[in-house]
């Protein structure tokens, strides 16, 4: 979803490429000027008059490619590590507490199971959904500052906020609901689908049931710590990397990253698509910002829906839930329509595509990722 001036198909030439235009290699008008980082970060030559840029990339230019992709990739790991860590840190020191109480307090009363007694308390808490929030909160913040100091990007590059008015912002609020509200009618088919056939799949629990404390954190979580630091990874390190060869690759690998990271298939079915609005609103506005804002709202919009559902009497929630329903299909399907005539998606050159997936994909770093948030996910439906 690019700019209707510069909507025009990319080059399809195959051969070299020749003169190179530093600001813009691959002579590509369907994206967004000035938004990937410098070329020469990858290779310095291009600048000089006699450089030329072959279909497939070799020697160094191949190497630097592979080498922003991997510390991409590195970067995210690290912050999901950093995330698990400081959960199990944080169960290990709650575990060591409750044996000194029991041990001290309790004269060794409690049943030896002091793991099985901490997760049992905590899912009944809010402790849980605490120890969440700041490990996800950690792990998020850890991994995008590494990744920018191993890729060499600047804070003040996420939020160079251009042409982003209060009409847009309702139309891509409106898009991101749209997204939400029609992905999770799918997503429940799925799911009934599976239930039907015996095949058990793991859905995300934000219930509201239990102290006011416990609802507080999950709001703070999901409408405020999630869509910042996930935003920042992902809308910020991650696309900002994939883009420096092809902003069509960036927009889509990172959507799929943000979507398999949620590990359950549910959050998958519509954050893959969410993903790709976000990134899109990432690069035409040059900030995260836009992206931050529709990810807390939608956030929100399912937080504010179960909070009414709790507290409503059943007839009004359903008169409430159809009005909220028919005003998201109304100006969220008028949003969409919008967007799909009047912006397009980045398209790629023949030069671009050699470069994106074909070189991402021989990073054993991506596939240890992908692979570990599979597994958790089967992990999970268990």
């Not at 006699?50 to 190497?63: A, D």
């Not at 992902?234 to 990271?261: D, E, K, P, T, Y």
């Not at 969220?332 to 790629?348: F, K």
């Amino acid at each position: 979803m690019i700019r209707p001036e510069r909507s025009a198909m990319p080059n399809q030439d195959y051969s070299e490429i020749y003169p190179v235009d530093v600001k813009n290699p691959f002579r590509n008008p369907t994206e967004e000027p000035d938004y990937a980082p410098d070329y020469r970060e990858i290779l310095p030559e291009i600048a000089m008059p006699e450089c030329r840029l072959p279909l497939y990339p070799q020697g160094r230019e191949r190497r630097s490619i592979r080498k922003f992709y991997a510390l991409t990739f590195l970067a995210v790991l690290f912050g999901y590590l950093t995330a698990l860590t400081v959960f199990t840190l944080i169960q290990l020191i709650a575990t060591v507490v409750l044996q000194q109480i029991d041990m001290r307090a309790l004269d060794g009363t409690l049943p030896q199971n002091y793991n099985a007694i901490l997760q049992q308390f905590m899912q009944d808490s809010s402790i849980m959904y605490a120890a969440n929030l700041i490990a996800f909160l950690l792990g998020n913040l850890f991994g995008f500052l590494v990744g920018c100091k191993l890729t060499d990007l600047k804070l003040r590059d996420f939020f160079q906020l251009r042409k982003f008015t209060v009409i847009r912002c309702l139309v891509y609020v409106f898009a991101g609901l749209l997204i939400q509200q029609g992905m999770g009618m799918l997503a429940n088919l799925v799911y009934e689908f599976c239930e039907s056939h015996d095949i058990t799949l793991a859905s995300p629990d934000f219930s509201f049931s239990g102290s006011w404390k416990r609802t507080a954190v999950i709001v703070i979580y999901v409408v405020l710590v999630a869509p910042v630091t996930e935003e920042l990874l992902m809308r910020g390190l991650v696309l900002r990397n994939l883009s420096r060869v092809s902003q069509r690759f960036g927009i889509f690998l990172s959507a799929f990253l943000f979507a398999i990271m949620h590990e359950n298939v549910a959050q998958f079915i519509y954050t893959f698509p969410l993903g790709i609005l976000l990134g899109y609103i990432t690069i035409r506005h040059h900030s995260v910002i836009p992206a931050i804002i529709v990810h807390m709202v939608t956030n929100g919009a399912g937080i504010v829906t179960e909070l009414l559902r709790m507290h409503l009497r059943e007839d009004v929630f359903t008169s409430f839930s159809m009005i909220y329903m028919l005003t998201v299909l109304l100006f969220g399907g008028a949003s969409l329509i919008w967007l799909i005539l009047s912006e397009h998606l980045p398209d790629q050159t023949p030069h671009q595509r050699s470069r994106s997936l074909r070189v991402a994909s021989a990073s054993p770093l991506l596939w240890v990722l992908v692979s570990m948030h599979l597994v958790f996910t089967w992990l999970a439906a268990k």
